[in-house]
Structure formats: C-alpha cells, structure tokens
C-alpha cells in the first residue's frame, strides 16, 4: 500500500494576487503613480516567492545564538545569526523597504504618498522575513528621529545615511533599548541614568530588559539625564553605538566587531515566536551614547516620533501576516479532499475562510490609512492629518494586532493537524501573531493613550468628522450600511463628549479597551467606504460585511461564503 502524501498548493503572487493591494494603490497614487511603483512591488514579490522565502525558512531553522567569550576568554558578546537572516537584512536594504520614504527620488515621483508605497512594500516583505520586519520598523523609527531639526547635524549625517542606505554593505537597522524589568510601559520608572561628558557625548548606565535586534549597530534608547528628576516626560532618547568601530571609547587596538564598551548582554530571550529575531537584555555600564536632541528639554515627545511609526509599522506586519496566512489557508482548501468533496467547495469553510478575508481587508485598509496620515506629516506637516493621525496610529495598531492574534489561530485550525506540526510552519503564524499585541504597547496602554489623546488633544475630532463623511458616500451603495455607521457615528459622538467630561472616571477608564475598539471598527468601516466610493467591489463587499460583523455582531457566515472569490 502506498503512503499517502498531502499536495500542497503554492499561493498566487503576493502582488499579482492581491486585487485589494493593487486598487489601494490605484486610488491612493493614481494611475501614473502606481504605474512608476509597479516594477519595485513586482521584484520584491518575485523575491518573497523565490529566495526569501527559502531564506525565512533557513532564519527559522537556525535561531540567533549568543557567544560570550572568544577562545582566549575575552568577553566579546557576539550575536550570531543565519544567513537566512542576513539574506532578509540584504533585501530589505535592496528593495529600499526602510529607505523609500526618505529617498528624494521617491518623494519627487510620489510626495507625501511615498509612505503608501512603502506600506505596500511592507505588505509583500513582512509574512515572511523571519520578522526581520521587526528591525526595518525600529530602523525607521530611528531614521524619523534622526531626521528632526533639533537633532545635531553632525550625529544626523553620520547616521542617518546608514539606516536608509540600499547598499547592503552600508546599510544598518536599529535596536530599541527603552523597557526596563521593573517598569515595562511604565517608563516612569526607569532607572537608566545618562551623564554628560566634556567632548559632548554622553554616558549610559542602566539596565535594559526587552532590546529587539540586538545584533543592530546602533540602538535608541531612552535615559534619565542625572538631576532631571522624576517621571517620563524628562526622559531623553539616545544613539548608543553597539560596536567597538563606532564608539571612540574602544580605542584603535580592539576589533571593530567587538562590543562597545559597557554594552553587556546579559543573554538572548527565550520567546513564544519571533525566534529568528535576536532579542536580548543588555547592561550599561558607562556606555558612549549620543543626544538626540537637548537632554535639557524633555525628550519623551521626541522619542515618541520613533513609537509612532513603530506602531503604523505594527499594524502593517498584522495585516499582512493575516492577508499572507488567508493565502495559504485559501491555496490549501484547493488542494485538500474532505468528505464530500474538495475542502475548499465546502460551504462552511468556505464562510470562515470569507470572515477572514473580511478581516483581513479592514486590517489591510486601517493600516494604510496609518501610514497615508504619516506621509502627509511628515512632507506636508498637514495639522489635520498630525491630529489624525495621533489617535489612528494607536488605534491601528491596537485592533490589528487582536485581529492578527484571532485569525492566525483560525488559519492553524484551517490546516487541521498539519497546522499544528512545526515543519509545515503553521504554527509560526500564531507564535509570530501573539507579539502584535503586546510590542509598542497592550491593547489596555494603547486604549489609555486613545483616552489622552481624545481627551486633551481633541483627536477624536477628526475621526468624527471621517466617520460623516464616510456615512453620505454609504448611502447610495448601502441605506443599511449607511444607517448602521450614522448610529454608531452619533454614538461615538455622545460617548467622546461623556469622556472629555471626565476622562477619570472609574466607567470611563475600565471602558476604555471597549470605547477604543468600537472606534477602530467605525473607522475601518469608513475607510472601505471610501474605497468602496471610489468604484472597488470587494471593498464595497467587505464593507457591508465588516459592518455586520464588527459593528451590529452578526454573523456573517452565509454572506461571506457567497462573497469568498469577490472578497479575495
């Protein structure tokens, strides 16, 4: 008797294959402005389904391993990774994945809506990068810090050409040493001093608990300045040199690959997912650091340059993580036989495979709303789309992240027992899934910063004013749909007035995970409207269907079944 062997089927070009991406950027661009991103989105694609992904497998394969001690016994604390992993750090500088918005070619050709190509870049790159899309965000954190008038040129200069270089041999990402073991989000109660020296630099000492990408040649990280005194705002962020090259404390004797001195890692985090990332807690002990911007100043808003485009960065991994794990569940259902027929003509997976391209559609829109408002900040200095953009980088990042969580656990339940059976690499999908929630902060620190946001800033007036709007270009494609975002609309209304009231109030603050979440779900359901006016069916579709599901709490099964081809 012979063994039975599953067939497995490859998915459709993530580019080529994704008719919501390609209108998205049909509309956002124009049609001369896509045309001039579709050669750079199709060799990323052809490179995803080619070595990439045969690299992320190898990254996988062969986690980053910590080497303390040469054999002579000179501590050298050397990350080591794959070359799967160096491969994905290749590629990502190649195909500009960090670099593009800062490119002046790039702004020439697409302005403000250069951040809306490298979403999309991001949305073909991140599934599967082995996470390396971990470091890219951080890189671009650091390269929006950089880039603000009041950091000194001349760190500026020596910097910033590295982290948006497209030269592999030049090109750097960053760490982001900022959470400490005894305070975590509560960054009032970091203990990591920094003092000023005579030549202008600074020196760290401290300890850091959760450093992603520890292998990077610089991080930023968030310090005390000695007499500062207490709480957040008077935190500072920093450039800390990892290697002895870029750090004038290593003297010319030691390698330039050693560490820099005082940079001690302690060891390599042992993490549910994101194993091919080195994570590591690291010691400062005097460590040559940078200012970035006057210590003097609290420097908590300027770090806060760096969180927000980490959290946009954030959304875009979930929603792509979701759109890529729809892809294999789909190409999977065509191939597997079942009772009855082929798996994916059965009318029940059918509709749990069509609710999560729902999902996924929503993820994909709220995430690059996120970065079409950065874009315009940072070319236009748009005010609307700054005081936007405060509450929807919180926002996007809050609901993508449970949503990638949820539809990551359907997507292993989709593959049966082959799902659960790591060779296969299911399983990374909810390993990988589970940090989206909790990095850049929980889903509960998010809704409090919601909460700031709508209360002293006033945030909540933009979104109202999109939600409005969104409700007269619903009428005509929907009377329902148009009706269900009106009520929620004036719900919000009411609500956020109730919230400014008395923004601590017991009800107010044990809400606020819920008042944030129905926010989130308003929004993605405006944005696919907007799509959805512009002329594309399967925005009109997800639209009406992301409404019932996540608005009215219905289920949407039988409906989604029908729309599954239209819904991609």
Same mark, same amino acid.
């Given at each position: 008797? @012979? ?12 580019? @080529? ?55 002579? !016994? =000179? ?54 990068? =082995? ?15 950089? /880039? ?20 592999? #041999? ?10 400490? /073991? ?23 000492? +401290? ?49 330039? #690959? ?25 010691? $400062? ?8 911007? #006057? ?67 929503? =993820? ?10 950065? +874009? ?14 405060? &509450? ?16 990551? @656990? ?30 850049? !902060?929980?889903?509960?620190? $998010? ?6 946001? &709508? ?34 609309? *004036? ?19 044990? +809400? ?22 512009? +002329? ?18 219905? *289920? ?13």
């Amino acid at each position: 008797m @012979s063994r039975y062997v599953q067939p497995v089927s490859t998915p459709d070009d993530p580019y @080529s294959g994704d008719p919501l991406l390609r209108s998205w950027l049909e509309r956002q661009l124009g049609p001369a402005g896509h045309a001039a991103a579709k050669g750079r989105l199709a060799d990323l694609a052809a490179d995803v389904a080619g070595p990439l992904r045969a690299a992320h497998a190898d990254a996988e394969a062969h986690p980053p391993t910590l080497v303390r001690y040469d054999p002579w !016994g =000179a501590r050298v604390d050397r990350v080591d990774t794959s070359a799967g992993w160096q491969a994905q750090r290749a590629a990502a500088a190649r195909h500009a994945v960090v670099a593009l918005p800062y490119l002046e070619s790039a702004r020439g050709t697409w302005g403000a809506a250069a951040r809306v190509v490298q979403h999309a870049l991001l949305h073909l790159y991140g599934p599967e990068s =082995a996470t390396f899309s971990c470091p890219v965000a951080m890189a671009d954190g650091a390269a929006a810090l950089l /880039s603000l008038p009041e950091v000194d040129a001349e760190v500026r200069d020596a910097w910033l050409p590295r982290l948006i270089a497209t030269d592999p #041999d030049t090109a750097i990402v960053s760490g982001q040493w900022m959470t400490e /073991s005894q305070g975590g989000s509560d960054l009032s109660r970091s203990s990591t001093i920094g003092r000023p020296a005579a030549d202008g630099s600074w020196r760290l000492t +401290g300890e850091k608990w959760f450093c992603s990408a520890a292998d990077a040649p610089m991080a930023v990280a968030l310090a005390r300045p000695e007499d500062a005194g207490r709480g957040s705002r008077v935190l500072a962020p920093f450039l800390v040199p990892r290697y002895a090259a870029d750090s004038p404390l290593a003297g010319a004797t030691i390698a330039p #690959d050693a560490p820099a001195p005082g940079v001690i890692v302690h060891r390599l985090k042992d993490k549910l997912g994101t194993r091919a990332l080195p994570t590591a807690e690291i010691g $400062l002990r005097d460590a040559y650091a940078l200012p970035l911007g #006057d210590p003097a100043v609290p420097g908590l808003v300027r770090a806060m340059t760096l969180v927000v485009v980490t959290r946009v960065h954030n959304a875009s991994a979930a929603a792509a993580g979701m759109r890529r794990g729809l892809a294999y569940a789909r190409a999977y259902a065509e191939a597997r036989q079942v009772a009855g027929g082929r798996l994916g003509e059965s009318p029940l997976h059918r509709g749990t495979l069509g609710a999560l391209a729902v999902d996924a559609a929503g =993820a994909f829109v709220l995430a690059g709303h996120a970065f079409a408002l950065l +874009g315009r900040v940072e070319v236009g200095a748009d005010p609307e789309a700054a005081a936007e953009l405060r &509450v929807v980088a919180p926002l996007a990042k809050l609901a993508t992240g449970r949503l990638a969580v949820s539809s990551a @656990s359907e997507y292993v339940e989709a593959f049966g027992g082959a799902g659960y059976i790591e060779d296969t690499g299911v399983p990374r999908l909810l390993r990988d899934a589970q940090v989206l929630p909790i990095w850049e !902060g929980t889903t509960n620190v $998010l809704a409090l910063d919601v909460l700031r946001a &709508v209360t002293r800033e006033d945030a909540g007036g933009p979104l109202l004013r999109r939600l409005a709007a969104a409700v007269d270009l619903a009428r005509p494609i929907s009377p329902a749909l148009a009706d269900t975002l009106a009520a929620v609309t *004036d719900e919000l209304r009411g609500t956020l007035a109730e919230v400014t009231g008395d923004p601590t109030a017991v009800e107010v603050v044990a +809400g606020a995970r819920g008042l944030a979440l129905r926010m989130a779900y308003a929004l993605t359901t405006a944005l696919l409207v907007e799509h959805a006016a512009w +002329g594309d069916e399967q925005a009109e579709a997800a639209a009406r269907l992301w409404a019932r599901r996540w608005l009215r709490h219905e *289920d949407i099964a039988a409906d989604a079944h029908r729309h599954l081809e239209l819904l991609g």
